[in-house]
């Protein structure tokens, strides 16, 4: 079954940077997009980035030019590197995937939606 990890949140000063990392772990799936969604408190959960299998990549705009996501295919991992972090960007990191994993013995593949944990990211001012 497919998995997510994150890691790599903290506390960082405005102005900092910090690289955040996704692990996908599991057996025969294949990720169809990645996203990064951010949710701080009180708030409601924002799509922050997202990768597209072929390498395409979307950013909202409160982060445009400062978030860069990247995937690494032959490690399964994704990354989210946060340059210029500001104190609006303090929130918990999530990673989630679109994904397509076996389904019944012998059948066709589904679909399926992964979450992981979440990482917090601090940033003081």
């Known amino acids: 079954q497919l998995r997510l990890v994150e890691s790599g949140g903290g506390v960082v000063q405005a102005g900092g940077s910090l690289r955040l990392s996704c692990a996908a772990t599991?057996?025969?799936?294949?990720?169809?997009?990645l996203n990064w969604t951010r949710q701080a408190p009180g708030k409601q959960r924002e799509l922050v980035a997202a990768?597209?299998?072929?390498?395409?990549?979307n950013y909202a705009d409160s982060v445009k030019g400062r978030f860069t996501i990247s995937r690494d295919y032959a490690k399964n991992m994704d990354y989210l590197q946060m340059n210029s972090l500001k104190p609006e960007d303090t929130a918990v990191y999530y990673c989630?995937?679109?994904?397509?994993?076996?389904?019944?013995?012998?059948?066709?593949?589904?679909?399926?939606?992964?979450w992981g944990q979440g990482t917090l990211v601090t940033v003081s001012s």
């Open positions: 989630n995937a679109d994904a397509l994993v076996p389904g019944t013995p012998g059948g066709p593949y589904r679909s399926l939606e992964v």
């Open positions: 599991g057996s025969a799936f294949s990720i169809r997009a």
């Open positions: 990768i597209i299998d072929g390498g395409s990549t």
